[in-house]
């Protein structure tokens, strides 16, 4: 224990001095200091007059790194002068008068360790009020030091923070903790709100709302945080301005050592140009690029939305309206693309202007367009829009100086009918705009009970298909394509046939558009390609010829869109083990065209396959000459709509003789399709057409009737014969 105190020893010349022995009481009562003072946590060092040390405490003792013995009796300033710092309190050496008051600062341990240091020196006195001594305490403060440390670097980083920081204090006579009053605010809420420190503070986070802000998550907030759970949104903040912007907010409460909720801290992250990014990424999904209207996916969400509405309330009445104009490829394939393309822009703004606010008008694609009517009074009212709409087109369209007319083609679907499903409704209005469009220009019609029967007829044709696609319920057939020169087989089109567990043979041409509007075509395509390539296999190695057979299969605009298309196909080739240049694969004009970009980078990956490519169908599409010279095509199959009268339309004729003459320029092979008559046949043999297939030669057969044909070297040598001039066999000329 460290040296009883003795005030009164620091002058020992005192005559005042008793020279008795103390008292018991007085005894009792420096016990009772001392041991206060031994428990101080602070430490003490009493130095009389002539700067010797009178007492020191252990806390002193332990703080500087001494003992007890080292320090009493010793020179305090010879004492002190060994601790690094203690000047800094006490004053230099030299300096004759001490210090006496309070400060702060750093001292070193004897052992070398420094730590901060809270110095109070007072001057003690006697009861004659004369001068005895001093009272030295010190407290070792490092741990407060070092929170004070943290909390300034830790109120720099949110003063510079690029996060928006707010905090509010709780207050009992307020329940709404959006109301409570801001207490702090950091630079980055200043810069982004325009608000002050001085503007913000006091005031509460109401002042940055407005009408754009949600208040479904405001109220989402204000329950979260009435709970004292933190919470994250995002929602429109309104500046000092009144311009809006968005925030990441993420707002937390704040507990004392009691756990009881004292403020709340909101860091805000401003995420306007992200939301900005995000609805442009959201609109170029639901809307169409070039005219700016909700596209397909867009227009069938907001369909099934009216659907449900309409489910839950049936006096919330609606109708659909499917338009295709009249005319649009004449005026495409005259004027151009680029005059087509202002049309479409010039119409979709017509169609606004004739519809309401909670209407909508979309492009489905090409030159399709849909309209969803809410709300209306009568079946009436959607006839009513369709003459509107008639009306507004009627007036010409001033494109780049090209006066242009055109009208559209209604169908008109109401809610009234059986149909819920929104797939089911776009197809019935689909259907009644065909039936319009077949009653002439600028028509309209509304779907009724005998399009009915033929949507139903038509859905379970699709529910059919579906089963048939899982137990491939399909058989192929294969046409002989003709060498007019020689009557020889040079292959075979495969061609599809459904056989229907009821109906028996179905035609492509019922089943295909089902097909493909389904996305049935893509499993459906592969299992045909994969079943000629089987079936091409086993001809050849049954029948070998020189050279050798080849297959053709047609391949839809689904297909040819398919990103793994080539994966698929050079799979198939690999487990039939067909040689690719046997292959020719047709693909439609419109097919190409839908995107030249990507369908180049198709053809030519096809191509260095070894794959052969046609062109089927051609002059019925885009009929682009442009796009020949381009795109790596190796056959160009003329169509049977030309084909059909090329012995009677001498302007058929002469188109017939221009595709023959620009495909021998190109290099490439020429096949007249649908050639049913002898004549015809005449005529392609005038134009030097090399290949040719139809009813003339062979129907469509199965592969054990085709498998009959094949091992003849000309089966077809007789009608080789038939001469130009007339049209009949050289033998009965």
């Known amino acids: 224990m460290a040296k009883s105190i003795d005030l009164e020893t620091s002058n020992p010349s005192n005559p005042a001095v008793n020279p008795n022995p103390a008292s018991p009481v007085i005894k009792e009562s420096e016990w009772l200091l001392q041991t206060v003072v031994e428990n101080l946590n602070d430490g003490v060092v009493i130095t009389d007059l002539q700067d010797q040390v009178r007492y020191v405490n252990s806390r002193l003792a332990k703080l500087v790194g001494c003992s007890v013995a080292d320090m009493v009796g010793k020179s305090a300033h010879h004492f002190f002068h060994a601790i690094e710092g203690w000047f800094d309190f006490q004053g230099s050496s030299e300096d004759t008068q001490p210090f006496y008051g309070w400060k702060e600062g750093q001292l070193r341990r004897k052992d070398g360790r420094k730590f901060w240091a809270e110095v109070n020196a007072t001057l003690l006195c006697n009861a004659a009020g004369e001068p005895t001594g001093t009272l030295i305490t010190l407290k070792d403060i490092t741990e407060r030091k070092w929170l004070e440390e943290y909390l300034r670097l830790l109120e720099s980083v949110v003063v510079n923070a690029n996060e928006i920081v707010m905090i509010s204090q709780t207050e009992e006579a307020i329940d709404d903790p959006l109301s409570l009053r801001i207490i702090y605010v950091n630079d980055a809420f200043s810069r982004t709100t325009g608000y002050s420190s001085g503007e913000a503070i006091g005031k509460s986070a109401i002042v940055l709302l407005g009408e754009k802000t949600s208040s479904t998550e405001i109220d989402r907030i204000r329950a979260a945080l009435s709970t004292h759970e933190p919470v994250r949104a995002e929602v429109i903040l309104y500046r000092k301005n009144r311009t809006h912007f968005w925030v990441d907010v993420n707002m937390v409460p704040i507990r004392n050592e009691q756990g009881q909720v004292t403020h709340f801290v909101s860091v805000m992250r401003e995420v306007t140009e992200r939301k900005i990014v995000e609805e442009q990424l959201r609109r170029n999904a639901f809307h169409d690029s070039l005219t700016g209207l909700p596209n397909r996916l867009l227009f069938m969400e907001r369909l099934s939305q009216t659907v449900e509405r309409a489910n839950e309330n049936p006096a919330c009445r609606f109708a659909l309206l499917f338009l295709d104009l009249d005319r649009f490829k004449v005026i495409n394939d005259s004027l151009g693309h680029m005059i087509g393309d202002q049309l479409l822009v010039a119409i979709a703004r017509r169609l606004e202007s004739c519809l309401s606010k909670n209407d909508t008008v979309a492009r489905l694609g090409g030159d399709e367009f849909t309209i969803l009517l809410e709300n209306i009074q009568s079946d009436n009212d959607a006839t009513k829009v369709a003459e509107r709409v008639q009306q507004a087109l009627s007036t010409p369209f001033n494109l780049n100086g090209h006066e242009v007319f055109t009208s559209a083609s209604i169908g008109i679907m109401l809610s009234s009918t059986d149909f819920d499903r929104p797939e089911d409704l776009l197809r019935g209005a689909d259907i009644a705009m065909y039936r ?64 229907h567990p009821e109906q028996g043979i179905i035609s ?108 089927d169908d051609f002059g019925t599409g885009y009929s682009s000459l442009g796009y020949l010279y381009r795109f790596p095509m190796d056959v160009l199959k003329i169509d049977r709509s030309f084909v059909s009268r090329v012995d009677v339309d001498g302007e058929k004729l002469e188109l017939v003789r221009t595709i023959i003459t620009l495909a021998w320029n190109l290099g490439m092979d020429v096949v007249a399709e649908g050639v049913e008559t002898t004549k015809q046949l005449a005529q392609l043999k005038a134009l030097k057409c090399e290949y040719a297939q139809g009813y003339l030669f062979s129907k469509p057969l199965t592969r054990i009737d085709a498998a009959k044909l094949i091992p003849q070297s000309q089966p077809f040598l007789h009608l080789t014969r038939i001469s130009p001039s007339n049209g009949r066999l050289a033998e009965d000329v």
Request: hydrophobic residues 45%; proline residues 4%.
């Open 508 to 615: 492509p041409a019922k089943f295909v558009p089902i097909a493909e509007e389904t996305g049935l075509i893509i499993p459906l395509g592969q299992w045909v390609l994969r079943e000629a390539c089987r079936q091409l296999k086993h001809w050849q190695e049954e029948f070998a010829s020189e050279p050798p057979l080849t297959i053709s299969v047609n391949l839809s605009s689904r297909q040819f869109s398919q990103p793994s298309l080539i994966n698929q196909i050079r799979q198939i080739l690999a487990d039939t083990g067909v040689d690719a240049h046997c292959i020719k694969l047709e693909i439609t004009e419109s097919a190409i065209m839908e995107n030249t970009e990507s369908a180049m980078d198709m053809l030519l990956q096809l191509k260095a396959m070894g794959i052969q490519l046609s062109v």
């Open 436 to 499: 319009a469009k077949a009653q002439g220009k600028a028509c309209h019609e509304v779907f009724d009970t005998d399009m009915h029967t033929h949507v139903v007829a038509l859905m379970q044709l699709e529910n059919d298909l579906r089963k048939a696609v899982e137990r491939q319920d399909f058989e192929l057939y294969y046409q002989p394509i003709v060498a007019l020169a020689t009557g020889r087989i040079l292959g075979f089109e495969a061609l599809v046939r459904w056989q």
